[in-house]
């Protein structure tokens, strides 16, 4: 969804290489639908959700697989404000400064110790 919302600025400043400014959006119905759409997609990883979940009920075979596959999707935890921020920081940047993600963070949840460079690397050197 490319960035349409309408804004105003509220201040700007700039000091040596630095600058830095803030943006009001003034039709609330507007960030709302931003909200609800590219930042909700990009908060639960939807690209990834909807192959992943593809992946599992081809993995399926019964009536009661498939009901017990169907439980765990949807029983996703509730996220963090911290989380929902991040996302909506993630989406006005690409959409406003033309930036490209290689992959979403919500993927280095999911493989421990990813954030900090050495992923599991560091359990397997240290047990070796």
Do not use: H
Request: charged share 25%.
């Amino acid at each position: 969804m490319p960035l349409n919302l309408q804004t105003s600025s509220c201040f700007s400043n700039s000091q040596a290489q630095v600058s830095w400014r803030g943006e009001l959006i003034v039709n609330v119905g507007e960030f709302e639908t931003y909200l609800e759409g590219p930042v909700y997609e990009r908060l639960i990883d939807e690209e990834n959700r909807k192959a992943c979940i593809a992946d599992l009920q081809g993995l399926a075979t019964t009536g009661m697989a498939f009901a017990t596959l169907e439980k765990l999707l949807a029983s996703e935890p509730a996220r963090e404000p911290w989380e929902v921020g991040e996302a909506l920081a993630e989406c006005l940047l690409a959409d406003s400064c033309n930036v490209k993600w290689p992959w979403n963070s919500e993927r280095d949840k999911r493989t421990p110790g990813a954030s900090n460079g050495w992923g599991s690397t560091r359990s397997v050197l240290a047990s070796g």
